[in-house]
Nanobody, 115 residues
Framework: QVQLVESGGGLVQAGGSLRLSCAAS???????MGWYRQAPGKQRELVAT???????NYADSVKGRFTISRDNAKNTVYLQMNSLKPEDTAVYYC??????????WGKGTLVTVSS
């Protein structure tokens, strides 16, 4: 069973930065890794994804502020979040999808942005 271990969440003031990390516990072949978030009372939404070929995709709300990157050798994905806004407050979930399109999820890490 693959486990995704997230780290880096916390409390930050608006305008600040945080860096999230997520490592897969087993060495598996992963097609896409990414981050999703879920704010209180809202559905989980895509934040950013990166393929094994380093193609990236971002939600419009985070473009220009967040950067996703990946270390394929370590099966690790990072999310650098700059210029954070209160509306970025959410539980952030790491996702990994293998080449059979099976999805794995982390337990989530809370990001709180104060105004």
């Amino acid at each position: 069973q693959v486990q995704l271990v997230e780290s880096g969440g916390g409390l930050v003031q608006a305008g600040g930065s945080l860096r999230l990390s997520c490592a897969a516990s087993l060495s598996i072949s992963i097609k896409t890794m990414g981050w999703y978030r879920q704010a209180p009372g809202k559905q989980r939404e895509l934040v950013a994804t990166v393929t094994s070929g380093s193609n990236t995709n971002y939600a419009d709300s985070v473009k220009g502020r967040f950067t996703i990157s990946r270390d394929n050798a370590k099966n690790t994905v990072y999310l650098q979040m700059n210029s954070l806004k209160p509306e970025d407050t959410a539980v952030y979930y790491c996702n990994a999808q293998n080449w059979d399109l099976v999805n794995y999820w982390g337990k989530g890490t809370l990001v709180t942005v104060s105004s």
